[in-house]
């Protein structure tokens, strides 16, 4: 019975989303941004995320000119689908309009490498393909054993040694993209102007300004402060408050 109960529960909350979800969208048809954002942002508070749902929301803020929102819901979508063009090219689209210009220090030899290839899909789809590997490692077993023909069967036999390595390959991009996302901890600054100071205290001697919706990432937190480097690796201490996690 309480099954049963926890299904419906269930069913009537994802109604209830889809419903909350379309009113938004009819909002930003007609320009509502603002009763837009209300409606996206209620089903955000109901423990509910989808890629549409940041895409949106973001959207919405940007066309309120509120650049550090919409560079943060741009950065959720993409998260979840980091190789959507749409959310890229409209996440760069927001980045135009913020002020600092920090240069991006590139990976370089077989790091760069790595990331370039692990980067590709999600780790959730590395996942994925490993699995799919795994089972066609197994199709090429089933059709070696029961094949006559000595061609089929080298065939099959040759696949049963060459697939081991992709799924190596597959399963290992999964975990290291799993751990640099779990270890990695980007931000959004959301102060219009944010002194960052040289060590966590408030009479600490300046090391940079940052504006709003630049993106930083997260390595230590003491008290109220968190540290933080940029894309060209210079560090400093922040306010928590003048930054939010992506996650």
């Not at 909002?27 to 941004?33: L, M, Q, S, T, V």
């Not at 490692?137 to 059709?143: A, E, N, Q, T």
């Not at 000595?150 to 290291?176: C, E, Y």
Request: glycine letters at 4%; one cysteine or more.
């Amino acid at each position: 019975m309480k099954n049963i109960i926890y299904f419906l529960l269930l069913i009537s909350q994802t109604f209830w989303a889809q419903s909350v979800f379309d009113k938004g969208n009819e909002n930003y048809r007609k320009g509502n941004y603002q009763e837009a954002i209300t409606a996206y942002e209620s089903i955000l508070k109901d423990k509910k995320e989808s890629c549409d749902l940041y895409f949106n929301l973001a959207n919405s803020y940007y066309k309120l000119n509120q650049i550090a929102p919409a560079i943060y819901y741009y950065e959720k979508a993409l998260l979840i689908s980091p190789n959507d063009k749409d959310i890229q090219n409209n996440l760069k689209f927001a980045k135009n309009s913020t002020i600092d210009d920090i240069k991006t220090i590139e990976k370089v030899g077989f790091e760069r490498i790595m990331r370039n290839f692990t980067g590709l899909v999600h780790y959730n789809t590395w996942g994925y393909i490993s699995v799919g590997l795994a089972i066609l490692f197994l199709l090429f077993f089933i059709g070696y054993y029961f094949s006559q023909t000595t061609v089929v069967k080298r065939i099959f036999f040759v696949g049963m040694f060459i697939i081991p390595f992709f799924i190596l390959a597959a399963f290992g991009a999964a975990v290291f993209e799993k751990n640099l996302y779990q270890t990695e901890r980007p931000a959004i600054v959301f102060e219009q102007i944010i002194s960052v100071k040289n060590e966590p205290r408030e009479n600490a001697t300046e090391a940079f300004i940052l504006h709003e919706g630049t993106k930083v990432f997260v390595l230590e937190t003491v008290d109220n402060w968190k540290k933080i480097q940029l894309t060209d690796e210079t560090e400093g201490w922040i306010l928590s408050e003048a930054i939010k996690e992506l996650k």
